[in-house]
């Protein structure tokens, strides 16, 4: 990926993030947030992830902010009026997230290890995920399925209207 | 540049003949309705005398109308996702073509050109996710009109939608377990051998339920009858597409034809050999008696692409017919059948085609 | 030339630092879930970059794992903020506040 394009993309996945953060109307945020998650999609495509690339489109921005807009359609969200904590607020917040980044930066730049120079051959593709997946971590694996049982349960005893 | 030069031209190969095939379904929508109503269907509209069974009136008079017509928008409705919705409808669907093939190899000039216009080799998965992109033109459609009845068609919409996405995605899992790959080029070229030296081993040998899965789960994803509730005419009035008319109205239209050829295209490639012509290989004909044909290149590829194109028309055909011949499903038996009919299915097809993989493959596996 | 490392590191830490700015500013409390699904995919964009720069799949195979549990906590959260909305008829955490002090 060239830097330029990265600068481009990178520009735009940030203004549609404070679109998601900043602006007033709850659906126009969830499609902001499509925006953003499928910018980063196309962000990991340019860093040879072309499985989670798919996925990410496929189970973040096709499903989950999918039921996103469900619930705000059905809760028939509107625009409010104090949409916003107070002005205080809002600056102290802004300059803390400043500052939070640049701290993570700095951490993850000293705590990363040591960069390769070559890939191993199929790195990305389906094959050497599932191969991680099904070996090494096989138990994450299963577990996984388990919670998702229990949050499908969970979800389904929750939204159920009392009878 | 040569390399941008061919991608761009199988792009626009690939999208012209998708529009060609849905040009051809809306006109058999007309035609094949007619047929089987026992009535005679469109022919007034003519040019100088020439009505061609209808074809003038429906693909020219018919985009014309659509084209010219005022494009209403009304107060209250969201401005931006009323104009956005049809968009989000319809440029996910033709997006999905750039990894259908539509021939084997052409072999012009020195250069061996893979006829698929982009090599993904996770073809399949880039399907299914442009797919779940459409959800979003039918939600923000319902949404954004403003309109209890557009809203009702949206919700029930995107709901059949993504329930029958399940269903299609595990009947796509078997495809994958039989093929060992994700790539839909790799699939199609996978389907030309030959079972017992004469029948040719396409897909739906393989994997017949799957078959019937993917035909079902892709007839409601794209909300035709009997899956069509969402836009069910004389109960919603158009369904989510109620507020639209002119341009945006035509989009939402294509987006459904589309769709249509987007599932005849993936069973065609998934489940009857894509391109492959029986006993066709890149030299010529080899017939199972023993007699063979020499052929150039390009007339296997003008086959291949021939046979790609006959195998759309059929299967938009067939879906054609399919909606004209069965009733409409009511909403909850809509839903029972996804997820308690052909999700279960799906799932026992995957865990009995993965077992007979294992087991095939003997012990050394 | 790909970019750097530290350029992906930047844009992660910087779309996280936005989801935590609307954690703290916003009171709808869809949109507050929301700003939590933004600083989940900060963090996979960090790990699919690690994951490229070392080499390793590990990255990638985290990030599967964290688009799962996401998937899992929108449904069981959205499902809360459903049933709570049925007794109170608000989704202004001002007035969701009985356990605060």
């Known amino acids: 990926m060239s830097p330029l394009l990265f600068l481009l993309l990178a520009a735009l996945t940030v203004a549609s993030a404070l679109t998601v953060v900043v602006h007033t109307n709850p659906v126009h945020s969830a499609c902001a947030l499509v925006l953003t998650l499928c910018l980063l999609a196309v962000f990991f495509l340019g860093l040879d992830a072309q499985l989670v690339a798919l996925l990410q489109v496929i189970v973040y921005a096709g499903a989950i902010v999918v039921l996103f807009l469900f619930v705000i359609m059905l809760l028939n969200l509107r625009v409010e009026a104090r949409a916003m904590a107070g002005t205080l607020l809002v600056g102290t917040a802004a300059a803390g997230g400043v500052a939070l980044a640049v701290l993570i930066v700095t951490a993850l730049r000293r705590a990363a290890p040591p960069a390769t120079a070559n890939l191993p051959a199929g790195f990305g593709e389906t094959a050497a995920l599932g191969r991680q997946l099904f070996t090494v971590y096989l138990l994450p694996f299963e577990l996984t399925s388990l919670l998702l049982l229990v949050a499908i349960v969970g979800a389904v005893a929750l939204a159920k209207k009392p009878t | 540049m040569a390399d941008v030069a061919i991608t761009a031209a199988k792009s626009l190969f690939i999208v012209l003949l998708v529009v060609q095939v849905m040009g051809l379904g809306v006109f058999f929508e007309r035609k094949v309705s007619a047929l089987i109503q026992d009535r005679i269907g469109a022919n007034r509209a003519a040019i100088l005398g020439f009505a061609g069974l209808g074809l003038v009136n429906t693909l020219v008079a018919d985009p014309i109308k659509f084209l010219l017509k005022e494009d209403v928008v009304l107060a209250g409705t969201d401005h931006v996702l009323h104009f956005l919705a049809p968009v989000l409808s319809l440029v996910p669907v033709l997006v999905t073509f750039a990894v259908v093939p539509f021939g084997d190899v052409l072999q012009v000039g020195g250069r061996t050109i893979n006829l698929q216009a982009a090599e993904l080799n996770v073809g399949i998965l880039y399907v299914l996710a442009m797919v779940s992109l459409g959800v979003y033109g039918v939600v923000l459609g319902g949404w954004a009109s403003n309109n209890r009845w557009s809203l009702l068609g949206g919700i029930r919409g995107s709901a ?22 994700l790539d839909l080029q790799v699939m199609a070229r996978a ?58 109205h035509l989009m939402f239209m294509m987006s459904d034809f589309v769709e249509v050829v987007l599932v005849a295209a993936l069973v065609t490639t998934l489940f009857f050999g894509g391109w492959q012509v029986p006993y066709l290989l890149r030299d010529g004909f080899h017939l199972p008696w023993g007699a063979a044909l020499a052929l150039p290149s390009w007339a296997v590829a003008l086959l291949q692409v021939t046979s790609f194109a006959l195998k759309l028309v059929f299967f938009t055909w067939l879906q054609i017919v399919v909606r004209w011949t069965l009733p409409r499903f009511r909403y909850d038996q809509l839903m029972r059948l996804g ?4 999700l279960p299915v799906a799932l026992a097809n995957v865990v009995v085609s993965a077992l007979v993989i294992v087991l095939a493959a003997g012990p050394a596996a | 030339m790909t970019p750097p490392l530290a350029w992906y590191l930047g844009l992660s830490a910087v779309l996280f630092a936005i989801g935590v700015l609307g954690v703290l500013i916003r009171r709808n409390v869809i949109v507050i879930f929301m700003a ?20 390793s799949m590990d990255g990638q195979v985290i990030v599967f794992f964290v688009m799962t549990v996401a998937a899992a906590e929108a449904a069981v959260g959205l499902a809360i903020i459903l049933s709570m909305f049925r007794n109170r008829e608000t989704t202004n955490v001002d007035e969701l506040a009985t356990l605060r002090w």
């Open chain 3, 36 to 55: 939590i699904e933004l600083m989940l995919n900060a963090v996979n964009l960090s790990f699919v970059a690690l994951a490229r720069s070392t080499g």
């Open chain 2, 160 to 181: 059949q939608m993504i329930s029958y996405e399940i269903a299609m995605g595990l009947a796509v899992v078997s495809v994958v377990l039989t093929y060992n790959t």
């Open chain 2, 191 to 248: 389907q030309g051998h030959l079972i017992g030296g004469w029948l040719p081993g396409w897909g739906i040998l393989y994997q017949p339920v799957a078959f019937l899965v993917f035909m079902t789960a892709g007839v409601a994803e794209s909300k035709r009858i009997p899956f069509d509730l969402p836009e069910g005419e004389s109960e919603l009035v158009s369904g989510y597409f109620t507020e639209y008319s002119g341009a945006k």
């Open chain 2, 339 to 342: 997820w308690q009919g052909l």
